[in-house]
């Protein structure tokens, strides 16, 4: 079945630093999502691409739909506190007449003060 | 707005014992989800539902069962809990499909002793 390699698993970084994780495969999917989840909360919608090479802005953060479809990136500018939570990738893929989300295994970001 | 709301959010089961969760959401979405989340493995499909009277499996649907008499409501059951369900689980409903980004609940938190 589809997977979905995310990474790095955790990050350890301080305050004000910038973050960059990634997600590849090797299928093709139509779109990206990207989440987060804190602690004893649901995952949050961040952003959502669409197209092929869409690079799209939410404040800080900053995501990317690759040119090859099977890949996206996600980068957080001058990391504050709050942006400690973890951080899932999920590409969509159709199959039989049905959608079907695939989730990357997160991305545990730790921000340091 | 209550979103999609989840109950309980802790419970401890034992072997063999039965229990439903409950998740009711209040946006009109046609779409919903249940997805079940262990440490390290991202998210995974148990069942979903496209409307009212239609639901399908997921990737992981074994143990587990769902009704969708109304719009709103979406209960998970758990007929003969295992220790293998352990898990946190996550309600989540769209507007339009899993490409349009999900709202998630914040979770239950099972544990099978």
């Known amino acids: 079945g589809q997977q979905l390699n995310q990474s790095p698993q955790s990050m350890f970084i301080q305050e004000g630093e910038d973050v960059s994780m990634n997600c590849t495969s090797s299928?093709?999917?139509?779109?990206w999502l990207w989440y987060k989840q804190e602690p004893g909360e649901g995952p949050v919608l961040l952003i959502a691409?669409?197209?092929?090479?869409e690079l799209t802005s939410n404040g800080r953060l900053t995501a990317q739909f690759g040119i090859t479809r099977k890949d996206s990136f996600l980068n957080i500018s001058a990391s504050i506190p709050s942006d400690v939570g973890i951080y899932f990738c999920?590409?969509?893929?159709?199959?039989?007449?049905?959608?079907?989300?695939?989730f990357g295994k997160g991305t545990k970001l730790t921000v340091n003060p | 707005n209550a979103g999609v709301t989840q109950t309980p959010k802790f419970r401890i089961l034992k072997i063999g014992q039965s229990m439903t969760l409950q998740c009711t959401q209040d946006m009109n979405h046609n779409y919903m989800y249940w997805y079940r989340q262990d440490p390290g493995m991202g998210l995974k499909l148990i069942y979903y539902s496209v409307g009212a009277g239609i639901t399908d499996k997921g990737e992981v649907p074994n143990g587990y069962n769902v009704s969708r008499s109304t719009t709103e409501d979406f209960p998970l059951r758990l007929e003969l809990a295992a220790p293998s369900q352990t898990s946190v689980y996550f309600c989540a409903s769209s507007h339009g499909g899993a490409g349009y980004g999900y709202t998630f609940g914040s979770g239950t938190r099972l544990t099978v002793v």
């Open positions: 999920a590409g969509l893929i159709t199959q039989g007449g049905s959608e079907k989300l695939v």
């Open positions: 691409l669409y197209k092929a090479g």
């Open positions: 299928s093709i999917f139509n779109t």
